[in-house]
């Protein structure tokens, strides 16, 4: 049979649409790296520390274009009624009379107490300080992302380890139902399993809860649908780097000193605290300005020899006039505002310094918390991968044990909590591991 034009192309589009629906509907995974370049591109504080560097650089030309004279035309044209004095004909006037006055002027700024140049280089610092304001942004989205992100991990192997218990628990239940119901043994040994998978099971839904808010506070932080369906993938392992350890705290210092954009943003608004200063202070030295002006002007009264009105624009050829001038003015006295505008600077780089000096102290008590956390997830790593080894072993003799009969309950269980510990603590000194060490490479700007 032989389908037509319109509904083959019909088809098409429902074949189209499911199969888009059905992409849409997949699963989407995320790594790390991705979840931080989706931060990086959706984060608002950052999107307003790149427009605060367009600001910036406004503000800067703007300081440039200072140096340039100012030029500024105007015209007016009016009508005056009654009694007034012409000064196109220096007569006393008492007729309607139009009057129009253009004229073009010109100032030049030739010394100002070097204002110009400490606002410029003023501006230039803020520009320096913007951009590294941008930087600092993506490094504190960066290291936010790490903790979301491996905190997301860690309640995902929580709750693995729940659920092999639950699946070790629930095998042992059953096995000691059958002995029970052979007459092999009491139904204490089942319901002591029943009442600790009760427990275990809770605990598991708390960890499932624990993994939702963590989700929820990581997809929040990239700006996506929290009603999407994402799955977060897990971080390489790293076991021969953990054995490898790190630099040395002083290189990774040396390091951040020379990097960190929050050190160099004190650092620029400590140096731009100090061209406030030298700017408040110009306005106690002279200032000499250029000016020069063209004009002329026009009256309706304005006759030639027959008694004819001048025609306008003769009329400005006639009375065009030229200017130029210099202006000296001296700072003699303004009510005290420039020493108090400098006594306010001088505050304000005060602080700035302040500020610089709190950096640093940040800084260095940021890097070594950090430091010390990787040092110390290191040697919690090798500790607990020898522990976990021989609780291991442990449990597998007790379980043994356990199933023979030759051990309690209670016993049987503290064995296997203590592996479970003993997993818990590998795997949280080898995250730990992982996001401190980014978070240096952060600090140190790689």
Known sequence: MRINRPFRVFALAVLLLGLSLEKADAQQKLTLDQCIEIALENNLDIQKARNNVIGAEAREQ??????????????DY?????????????????????????????????????????????RRLEKE?????????????????????????TDRENIRIAEDRLNLLTGQMERAQKRADAGVSNLEEFYNLKS?????????????????????SLLQLLQLDVNGDYEFEGVESVNGEIEAGVSSFSMIYEKAINYSPELKIAEYNHQAAKQDIKIAEADLLPSISLFGSASSRYSSNYTDGDDESV???NQLQDFFSQSIGATLRIPIFNRMSTKTNIQGAKVIRSNAFLDLQQSKIDLTNNLQRSYTDVIAAQETYQAAKENLVALEESFKYSKARY????????????????????????????YTFILQKKVLNIYAGE
């Open 403 to 430: 199933e023979n009969g030759d051990v309690d309950f209670y016993t049987y269980m503290e064995s296997l909590n203590n592996k479970n510990r003993a997993e818990i603590d590998l795997m949280i000194s080898r």
């Open 196 to 216: 600790q998978i009760a427990s275990e099971n809770l605990n598991r839904v708390r960890q499932e809860n624990a993994l939702k808010r963590d989700k929820l």
């Open 311 to 313: 025609p306008y624009f």
């Open 62 to 75: 703007q300081s440039k274009y200072n140096f340039l004279p100012n030029l500024n035309a105007a015209i």
């Open 129 to 153: 300080s913007a951009e590294e304001n941008v930087q600092s942004n993506a490094d504190n989205t960066r290291r936010s992302v790490l903790g979301l992100y491996l905190q997301v991990l």
């Open 78 to 122: 009016s009508t005056n009624y009654g009694v007034f004095f012409d000064n196109t004909t220096f007569s006393l006037e008492d007729i309607t009379t139009s009057t129009s006055s253009p004229r073009l002027s010109a100032e030049l700024n030739v010394f100002n107490g070097m204002k110009n140049h400490r606002l410029l280089k003023k």
